[in-house]
């Protein structure tokens, strides 16, 4: 089972700053990496598929990068309602199935 | 594509957890049909899914007591999860994959609370 490894677990930072979340694999996934974004009581939603394609109505400062076991999700200039936890999602081949990170919460500095 | 998460909201330890996803306002048909869980205050736990056709995959830590079924001719899949306990207790989402990893529609998600 591929573990997926999700740093920092917590950030703080002032709104207009940029963030940059770690996503590391245990073994390669190719880009069949996603990035969520979940707000309290709410249900998650898709932000990047294929590691760095932004999913429809996505603002343009969130952005993804990486391939293999290395991948990143960065916030150009944080917004007040980017204040969230963060959370990456692979897809493996063999065995077929998915993990999620532990999540990164960004929180208001 | 729209999702409805149903089944009881409690289940006695030991018992059967049983829940089912209706789609509806598009097809279900060549899709990935996810279960997703959150327990109170936690992250996201990936369940298991099933394809269109039948085929399934699960967590491993799950796959001893997980089954999932899709039955297309009613456009709706389920979930069943056998001997429960507290640690089941958890806020369980369906979801379609649009594409690799790309959880693309959400359910609004049911809470099971596990309890006697």
């Known amino acids: 089972e591929i573990v997926l490894t999700q740093s920092p677990a917590t950030l703080s930072l002032s709104p207009g700053e940029r963030a940059s979340l770690s996503c590391r694999a245990s073994?390669?996934?190719?880009?069949?990496l996603a990035w969520y974004q979940q707000k309290p009581g709410q249900v998650p939603r898709l932000l990047i598929y294929?590691?760095?394609n932004p999913a429809p109505g996505i603002p343009a400062r969130f952005s993804g990068s990486g391939s293999g076991t290395d991948f990143t999700l960065t916030i150009s200039s944080l917004e007040p309602e980017d204040f969230a936890v963060y959370y990456c999602l692979q897809r493996s081949r063999w065995p077929p199935g998915l993990t999620f990170g532990g999540g990164s919460k960004v929180e208001i500095k | 594509v729209q999702l409805q998460e149903s089944g009881p909201g409690l289940v006695k330890p030991s018992e059967t957890l049983s829940l089912t996803c209706t789609v509806s306002?598009?097809?279900?048909?060549?899709?990935?049909w996810s279960w997703i869980r959150q327990p109170p205050g936690k992250g996201l736990e990936w369940i298991g899914y099933v394809h269109s056709s039948g085929s399934t995959s699960y967590s491993p830590s799950l796959k001893s007591r997980v089954t999932i079924s899709i039955d297309t001719s009613r456009k709706h899949f389920s979930l069943r999860l056998r001997a429960v306990t507290a640690a089941d207790t958890a806020l369980y989402y369906c979801?379609?994959?649009?594409?690799?990893?790309?959880?693309?529609?959400w359910g609004q998600g049911t809470l099971v609370t596990v309890s006697s």
């Open positions: 073994q390669s996934v190719g880009s069949y």
């Open positions: 294929n590691a760095s």
């Open positions: 979801a379609r994959e649009g594409g690799p990893a790309a959880f693309d529609d």
């Open positions: 306002a598009g097809s279900i048909g060549s899709y990935y």
